[in-house]
């Protein structure tokens, strides 16, 4: 695998820091197409790294988001989400404004990939900001308000656990049939027995391939 590079930045969003771990080729053949990634409601970042990684030693630059440094969140629970679920989406906006900035980016070739309320946060934010070009979302949905507000819509990969307890699959094929209406091209893959946040090993790499192949089609492709 070839070698990346690994640090730590900070933008302001708010008045607030707000941190972001950058994962980039280690001899970027610049710009590079960038993907900007966001953990679930358990704030676990670090889970992140391994994904992160791969898509680095495969030519993109990618940016995991501490969104929860907005609101000091260590993890979210339902009244947390609605309650800060404007700012989160008002962080990713300055967040990609920051990414976009960057030397090493080709801000026309820009991806959100979320896992559970970072999937929630991805697909609001890509229905509203036309610099998002792909979403790959991991068991999320699309938030029922932003039907209002919806002005665009990229490509996204649907990811979801047919037994999914927490985020019914439902958000999945709800999701599946605004994308077919809008005429906007997707792909799907649902898991039979799978639950929430994919507790099998084949799964994840299954998911992982797929995300990668997508991302490539999307912002890498000629």
């Known amino acids: 695998m070839p070698a990346i590079s690994q640090s ?12 972001l771990d950058a994962y ?21 970042v670090a889970g992140m790294g391994q994904y992160a990684s791969t898509l680095a030693a495969h030519g993109f630059a ?23 679920f404007p700012l989160w989406m008002k962080t990713l906006w300055d967040a990609i404004s920051f990414v976009e900035t960057q030397p090493q980016v080709d801000r026309d070739r820009i991806a959100l990939l979320g896992f559970s309320l970072g999937a929630y ?15 790959v979302e991991f068991f999320g949905g699309m938030p029922k308000e932003m039907h209002l507000f919806m002005r665009r819509l990229c490509p996204v990969l649907i990811l979801h656990g047919e037994a999914d307890q927490t985020i019914p699959i ?26 929430h946040g994919f507790e099998d090993e084949t799964i994840w790499r299954d998911a992982g391939l797929r995300s990668l192949r997508f991302l490539q089609k999307y912002l890498t492709a000629p």
């Open 24 to 44: 980039l080729p280690e001899t970027p053949a610049a710009p590079l197409p960038a993907v900007v990634a966001l953990h679930g409601a358990g704030g676990n």
């Open 62 to 84: 990618v940016y995991l988001l501490h969104y929860f440094d907005r609101t000091g969140t260590e993890s979210a629970d339902k009244p947390t989400i609605l309650r800060n």
């Open 170 to 195: 439902e958000e999945a094929y709800q999701l599946q049939k605004l994308l077919e209406k809008k005429g906007i091209p997707y792909e799907i893959k649902t898991y039979p027995g799978a639950g």
């Open 121 to 135: 946060l991805s697909l609001a934010n890509s229905a509203i900001d036309p610099r998002v070009k792909a979403v």
């Open 8 to 19: 730590d930045l900070t933008f302001q969003s708010g008045g607030k820091p707000i941190r």
